[in-house]
Structures are given as C-alpha cells and as structure tokens.
C-alpha cells in the first residue's frame, strides 16, 4: 500500500519499526505527533495542541477508547488517530466535516479520509445505486453516509474506527453525543462567545489571514474575532449583483469599526454567477456536491487573496446552521408548553405564510424516523408537499423529479428502503434531528470546498462548524434559539461585547434571487452541453432530452427552487473522475 501511495508529495509517520503508519499530503502546522510509551497520537487538520500537550495526554492513555476525553475537548477541527500495543483508533469530526472511510486491501484495513482514494488502491466500481439515490432532492439522512463505491464504508461522524492488531478485526464505536438542550441564552452566550473566540484564534496565530466580510451577522461576527488576534487580516466582500440587496452597505458599516483591517470590496460585476464555469469543474472530489453550483463564487477570490499574502481564509459559514434553530421543536414543544407553541406557531405561520391545514397535519403527524422514509420511497414522483411539512416534520420529503428515467427512480427507492430498515435519527426529537441534519448537510458541501480551495492555493476555514461551538450552541433551549420574533438571538447574544452593537442590529439577509435567476439565463449554453454529452444519460438515470429542454427555458418557475442542484452535482462529479490513478489524500486546512 504504501509504494501505491508513493508520490514526491506524500509524506509519512512511521511505526516504531519504522513501517508506515501515516501516509498523506500535509503541511508541518498542519499536523502534531507524539509518542509516549507504546503510545502514538496524531492531531491532523487545524488544532492549537502542543507536541507537549499532545505527550501528555499519550502519556496518560491506557487503551484506545480513553481517548474519548481529547476528542471531546479539542479545541478547532482535526482528525484524531492513535495507536496502541497494535491496534489503532481513526476518527474524524462530530459535525462532518472530517470524515473517516475504511476498506480491505489484501486483507488489511485501511482507512483514509477519502473514499475515491481507497477506491482506486482497491480498483472498486461506481455503486451506481448509490449514484441514483444522490439525484435525490434533497437527499436524506442516513442516505450520505453510504460512499458512493462498492466495497468502500464510511465511519459515522459520530463515532471512530478501532482496527485490531491483526488489522483485519474492525469496530466501530460511538464517541459523541449531542448534549442536551437545557441551558438558557443568557448563561450559556458567555460560552458560545468563548468557544468561538477560541475557535478563531486556532487560526489567527500570525501571518496574514483574510476572511469573507458579507455584511451578515455570520461573517462580521468572524472578521471582528478575527481582527483580535495576532494575524493581519484582510477582509473581503463581494457585493450582490441585485441592487436591493444591503449586504454591501453593511460590510462597510462593519469596516468603519476595524480601522486595522483591509477591507477589499470586489467589483460587483465581476461576481460569479451560479452556474458559472461548470464545464471547467475538474475537481477530484470523493462524491457528488451541490456546492459545484457555486464552486466559481467560492473560488474567484482566491487568486487576489493570495496576491496579498493570505495563508487562510475564513467564512462565516455554518452561522445559519447554529444561530437559528429547526422550527420542527415545536412538534415537541407543542406537546409540553401548548400555550407557548401555539402562541410561537401564530407567528411562525405569519412569518412564513404557512397553511392551517398543513400546519395541523404536520403538526399531527406522529411517524417514526423509518415510517417516514419508507413512505417517502413510496412517493418519489409525487408533488412535492408544502414546506410547512418539513418544516414541522422529520424533513423535506425527498422527491425523484421528472427528468430521472424508472431506472434512476427504482434504484433510488431501493436504496431509501434499505436504510428505511434499520435507520435511526440523528436524535429522538424532531427537532434535534434536523438541526443535526442541516449541520451535517452543510459540512458535507464545505467539506469539498475546503478541498477546492486548498487545490487552488487558500485553505479555507469554517470557525462555526467546529464540534466545540456546535455543542455550545446546541445546548441552549430550542425556544430561545428560533422564534419569530427576533433574528438570530443566539448570535446576538454571543458576540454582545465582541461586535458593535450597530452591526448587531441587522435582521435581514440578501437572497441572491437575482444572481440564481441570471445565472440560469447567462450559462443555459453550458447547460445544454452538459447535456447533450450527460454521464448520468450514460448510465440510464436521466433524460437528457427532458434537460436539453429545460436549458432552453431558464425562466422556469421551479427551477428557481434549486431543484436541478443534485443532478448537475452529479452530473459534474461523473465528469470530474479521473480514468487513472488519484490523488493522495489532502487533509488541507479546515
């Protein structure tokens, strides 16, 4: 395996032996190794711990499974591995954003954090069940977690891998649990605000750093914790090309209190458009992303950044995913506090012009996790219910839309029934279950980011998804984190203090509408390629008539609602495979 993996670029950590232990691509900041014992730990990713933390804690491990206590107190977002009297620990991130896949190869486990990696040492063919079933919109949970390869398994982000001394006998154990949504706003924003701030300055130690300046709270939050710690920073903003769109006004209304910071503001025009450059997209990535719709926006800075010295770049993201919370609480909370709810469902139905009707069968519906995806296997090509149904609910209901063949929809249903079978949420509550789907949803898609971006030079970086902010906000009651009448609360109430409150006291959010809508109508002659060559029409799963004709009509009213995003993310991953070898592994900065 390892001169498979051989490359002037791979680097190694060796056994005590002085086998190979570790094999990857990985800068000297970017991973920490200590040795205690029969000990050996390895931090990889972005993490503050010493070498000589890192010994001490080796140096206090018995058996592998102690090291839940470091995984569950590590401060930023890396991969833990360790080794003990033969045996080995792998795991990734809580929130996703790391992820650990396993196979056999000659018998032997080995884990990477690529699948595309371990299908190619193993020579695996495409699951194209699996394909299918990433057509879906959206794609529901457990569904992501199967690779996309046969013979190739993902380790739950929740749990690590153990791989005995034999290296044949595997398990796989749990090591974190969501915690419980007891804590009020006000005691627990001081730790938010903390877990953020620590967050920020595991990448802020020096150097130059820029971050995205959008003018929301997510982003502004960032660029002032940013602008406490040692690193220069430069803060970035692309305005909307939509002239009602504010973000612009008030990224400078954030500049005007960072007098120390650059503050570049990109012409507007020159702002990718979704869709953009979709024929360019050539990224080696280990499964389809509907973040390729965007992958021109994400990317465009880059070249200007690293001209002025950058060494990471940081976002805002994850901040929607924390900051407000799943409305479908109120299922439960209906059950316990029914004055409460109803007065909060009058204003959420205000808000966000929902039906009573639908609003009483969602609220009604006492499904379990697997009824609801088994009957969702049965509806496939059905219309799509109205939003106040996931809302409420488990979820959106997934649906298989008109341009998917039978093949394509059987293939899809067949996999939506197999996970049906044995599925379990992501928590009991309805609820907790979809605050955690919107994270691990969010940090699948930046997780491939993270990977184009540091292919093009800037690692990017995402503060908010890190476990240790996650679980802080996590803990606080559903009902003060989403209501309908204030916006974001739980941010506001962190960064009281750290942020001035005039950049506090914004409560809109731009919707680039106006760019989606423009982008349709300015790259429909890329769309009409891609399908006129499709991959997915290759394999039997689209159409490609039926999306020749959409192309034609970018002015379609649903297609404003993003549901092409699957199947173009698929269709560009199919075109993206290399027909050789891949990559080695890059872990990147996250």
């Known amino acids: 395996m390892a001169r498979l993996l051989a490359t002037p670029a791979a680097r190694t950590v060796s056994h005590p032996s002085g086998r190979p232990w570790l094999i990857g691509q990985w800068t000297d900041d970017e991973i920490t190794t200590a040795v205690a014992g029969d000990t050996r730990l390895a931090v990889i990713g972005s993490s503050p711990i010493t070498v ?88 529901p949970h457990p569904l992501p977690d199967t690779p996309v390869w046969h013979g190739v398994d993902a380790v739950p982000a929740d749990s690590y891998l153990l791989v005995a001394q034999d290296g044949r006998r595997t398990r796989v154990s749990r090591w974190w649990t969501p ?209 106040v149904a996931g809302a409420l609910g488990w979820g959106e209901q997934p649906r298989m839309l008109g341009w998917a063949t039978p093949q394509a929809v059987e293939a899809a249903r067949g996999v939506l029934l197999d996970a049906a079978g044995t599925a379990e949420p992501l928590a009991p509550d309805r609820g907790q279950h979809a605050d955690l789907e919107q994270i691990r949803d969010g940090t699948r898609i930046v997780r491939q980011w993270d990977q184009m971006c540091a292919r093009e030079g800037l690692p990017m970086a995402s ?16 009902e003060e984190r989403v209501t309908p009448w204030r916006y974001k609360p739980l941010l506001v109430a962190a960064m009281s203090g750290l942020v001035p409150a005039e950049c506090l006291a914004r409560t809109s959010k731009a919707q680039a509408a106006t760019d989606a809508a423009a982008g349709l109508r300015e790259h429909r002659g890329d769309l009409l390629e891609l399908w006129q060559n499709s991959r997915l029409a290759q394999l039997g799963l689209v159409d490609a008539d039926q999306l020749v004709a959409l192309a034609h009509r970018p002015a379609t009213p649903e297609l404003g609602k993003a549901i092409l995003y699957s199947t173009i993310g698929c269709e560009v991953w199919l075109r993206a495979l290399p027909a050789g070898g891949r990559e080695p592994i890059v872990t990147g900065h996250s």
């Open 52 to 139: 000589d933390q890192l010994t001490g804690e080796a140096d206090r491990v018995r058996d592998l499974p102690a090291l839940d206590w470091l995984a569950r107190s590590m401060v930023g977002s890396a991969h833990l591995i360790g080794a003990l009297a033969g045996e080995m620990r792998v795991q990734g991130t809580a929130s996703g954003l790391r992820l650990v896949f396993h196979t056999r190869l000659n018998g032997i486990t080995v884990a990477a954090d690529r699948a595309d990696l371990l299908a190619s040492l193993t020579g695996a063919d495409l699951d194209e069940r699996q394909v299918a079933a990433r057509m879906l919109w959206p794609v």
């Open 179 to 387: 915690p419980e949504p007891r804590r009020s706003l006000a005691e627990q924003a001081p730790v938010i605000g903390e877990a953020l701030t620590a967050a920020v300055d595991a990448r802020t130690c020096g150097g130059v750093v820029s971050a995205d300046l959008s003018g929301g709270l997510d982003s502004t939050s960032m660029c002032f914790l940013a602008a406490r710690g040692d690193a220069e920073l430069i803060a970035s903003t692309w305005p909307g090309r939509d002239p009602a769109d504010d973000d612009l006004d008030w990224a400078r209304r954030a500049a005007a209190h960072l007098p120390d910071v650059e503050h570049v503001v990109w012409p507007a025009e020159q702002s990718p458009l979704v869709y953009e450059k979709l024929l360019e997209v050539d990224d080696p990535l280990d499964e389809p992303t509907i973040g390729a719709m965007d992958r021109a926006r994400v990317l465009s800075h880059i070249p200007g950044l690293v001209a002025k010295g950058s060494r990471i770049h940081l976002t805002g993201i994850g901040g929607d995913h924390l900051a407000w919370s799943s409305e479908a609480h109120f299922h439960t909370l209906l059950r316990r506090r029914p004055l409460f709810a109803l007065r909060q469902l009058r204003g959420f139905r205000a808000l966000f012009n929902w039906p009573l009707g639908g609003m009483v069968r969602a609220l009604a519906d006492n499904r379990s996790y697997r009824r609801w995806l088994t009957d969702a296997a049965a509806d496939l090509r059905a219309p799509a219910p109205p939003p």
């Open 463 to 478: 503060p908010f998804l890190d476990d240790r902010v996650i679980e802080a906000c996590l803990a606080v009651r559903p």
